[in-house]
RNA sequence: GGUCGGUUCGUCUAACGGUUAGGACUCAAGAUUUUCAUUCUUGCAAUAGGGGUUCGAUUCCCCUACCGACUACCA
């Protein structure tokens, strides 16, 4: 009898989510449905210092931009503070939770696991540059704990009187001496540790009454019956302690799954990227635009253009493939195919070349008439007031050569406004003496054929060519100029019928007229 | 420094111990086109180094190098 797979993803409110953040949620959700279980949102709060107030709205729209719906913890919108049919862990904040941690903390005091240090600040800061001084690193375990300042060899009254005195000790947990930890990776295999290279960490803080990330994180996996923990690579290190954590509260036969997964890198090769890169590497580090308290404003996947399939898409690729040459996954089709065994356990750097391509696959699978629907604000904002039909022609004349929908503008203004000023280069090459009297030929022949329609203008001006034996590419290039004022576009008889004789008409006497 | 993880084309990656080491992105060339793109074809380009084990190693083991994470009363 199998457990039903739950599987959180449990950031901490300090600024926006990153791209490899949003890749953990998506292998996370991803996982929960291919073994149709449930995805946990959480929000991890115990570090008020960097809380960074609307952090927590853009993770759960970011998210739902993506599609990855959390099952629970997110009720309209919101992290679910009071607990209901479909929210039974709430609340799932965990400042929310300070009580239960407490608890907690306690029963590992009174069992023996944890102790309190009420060694200053001051002090362990002094010991931590002597360390350095001396070329090592100060750690806080087995061999100096009996030498500090906590409950250890304290008797009950004295213990009493400082917690009951002061707020600044806390909960320390007591790393056995010398015991190889033995773990699993479901993406690295086993791994072997030996506890002695641990430290006591921290694991409640009177100060604020919160636990650490360590203590509040073993004991809401185990309280929301979490069977798979699925986070980044750099928890790694900490996993003898979680792996100790659960044995000292007696949950080992629950314990969950782990399964690191490798960090995203800058392309520029040094070390992951992180939310600080904003926009320095040239492309989008988080998945929403976001705005910091000084206002300044760092890019977003969704404002830049690209959308959520293709972003959803390109990211599940990061460090994980299908084992086919399929690329291209709905994320229902990912559900189906992802798997943690097939998910690479090298890091990965981010290639925006490759990500503007899924985009543009995303964009030539969509319809005509939904991409020029997309364009119809681009156009609004331009002042520009065009049937739809005309739209969706255009759209069909331009979409493949476009990457975003915000390329189209720029692929098609042409065909919205007559150009205000012709390409250097192309008038040095093709305007002449000549050029008045060709053009007033072609005008001409556009005014009178009949009927105007793309073959037909194609036909007979390939004839009115040969009759007057001029060159193609001349012919072709000027006209282009004309009516484009650019070496650009699709073909000349395709913009022309567009465009209409009088719109035709009224710019190469435009173009005749200019410098 | 210590602990842990990692290392295949520039990038993302594939390859039961047996492949001419495959694909995608980028780039280059050619074809198509009146232009720019698109499209099609072709090409460039990799197993970090050294030892083992084996008939045979990208694949397994060891060492070295390099990269990364962690080493907070942050997560």
Redesign the pocket.
């Given at each position: 009898m199998h457990k039903r797979t739950r599987v959180r993803f449990?950031?901490?409110p300090?600024g926006p989510l990153h791209i490899g953040g949003v890749r953990t949620a998506l292998y996370n959700y991803l996982y929960a449905k291919q073994n149709g279980g449930d995805f946990i949102l959480r929000i991890?709060d115990?570090?008020f210092q960097?809380f960074v107030p609307g952090a927590e709205e853009y993770i759960i729209e970011a998210l739902s931009w993506c599609g990855i719906n959390p099952d629970e913890g997110v009720e309209n919108g919101k992290i679910a503070v009071l607990p209901s049919k479909k929210h039974p862990h709430a609340p799932y904040r965990q400042s929310g939770r300070k009580d239960i941690y407490r608890k907690y903390a306690e029963q590992l005091i009174e069992s023996g696991f944890a102790y309190f240090a009420f060694?200053?600040?001051q002090e362990?800061e002094r010991l931590?540059s002597e360390a350095e001084a001396k070329?090592?690193?100060?750690?806080?375990n087995y061999e100096i704990r009996e030498g500090m300042n906590n409950s250890l060899k304290m008797c009950k009254e004295d213990i009493k009187k400082l917690i009951s005195t002061g707020d600044?000790?806390?909960v320390r947990f007591k790393i056995p001496e010398n015991r190889i930890v033995y773990m699993n990776d479901m993406i690295?295999?086993d791994?072997?540790?030996?506890s002695s290279?641990l430290?006591d960490k921290?694991l409640w803080?009177?100060?604020d009454q919160?636990p650490?990330?360590?203590l509040a994180n073993i004991v809401d996996d185990h309280l929301m019956e979490i069977t798979d923990v699925i986070r980044g690579?750099?928890?790694?290190?900490?996993l003898p302690l979680h792996y100790l954590l659960y044995e000292a509260f007696g949950w080992q036969d629950s314990r969950p799954s782990f399964a690191h997964l490798?960090?995203l890198?800058k392309?520029d090769?040094?070390?992951?990227l992180s939310k600080r890169d904003g926009d320095r590497l040239g492309f989008p580090v988080f998945p929403l635009e976001w705005r910091g308290s000084q206002g300044e404003i760092s890019k977003g996947y969704r404002e830049e253009g690209y959308y959520p399939e293709a972003f959803v898409n390109l990211l599940a690729?990061?460090?994980w493939?299908p084992?086919s040459?399929k690329?291209i996954f709905s994320l229902k089709e990912l559900t189906e195919v992802f798997s943690l065994e097939?998910v690479?356990?090298?890091?990965?750097?981010f290639?925006p070349?490759?990500a503007?391509?899924y985009n543009q696959e995303y964009l030539r699978m969509k319809e005509t008439e939904e991409l020029a629907r997309e364009f119809l604000p681009v156009l609004e904002s331009r002042g520009v007031s065009k049937p739809f039909e005309y739209v969706v022609q255009v759209v069909a004349l331009i979409k493949?050569?476009a990457y975003f929908v915000n390329d189209f503008w720029e692929l098609s203004d042409y065909l919205f406004t007559a150009p205000q000023n012709y390409d250097q280069s192309v008038m040095a090459k093709f305007r002449n003496s000549e050029t008045p009297a060709l053009m007033q030929k072609i005008s001409d022949f556009i005014s009178g054929l009949e009927p105007f329609d793309v073959t037909q203008l194609?036909d007979k001006l390939q004839d009115l060519i040969k009759e007057n034996e001029w060159k193609?590419?001349v012919v072709?290039?000027t006209i282009?100029l004309a009516i484009v004022g650019a070496?650009?576009?699709?073909?000349?008889?395709e913009i022309v019928v567009l465009l209409g004789k009088e719109e035709c008409k009224s710019r190469i006497e435009k173009f005749l007229k200019a410098e």
């Open positions: 449990a950031p901490s300090t991890e115990t570090d960097r060694d200053t600040p362990l931590r070329g090592g690193t100060f750690t806080y600044h000790w806390v690295r295999g791994i072997e540790v030996n290279t430290d921290v803080k009177a100060a919160l650490t990330y360590h690579e750099e928890w790694l290190p900490s490798s960090l890198l392309p090769g040094k070390g992951k690729f990061l460090g493939n084992g040459e690329e097939r690479v356990k090298s890091g990965a750097k290639n070349d490759k503007k391509w493949e050569r194609h193609t590419g072709m290039n282009r070496s650009k576009g699709p073909g000349i008889a």
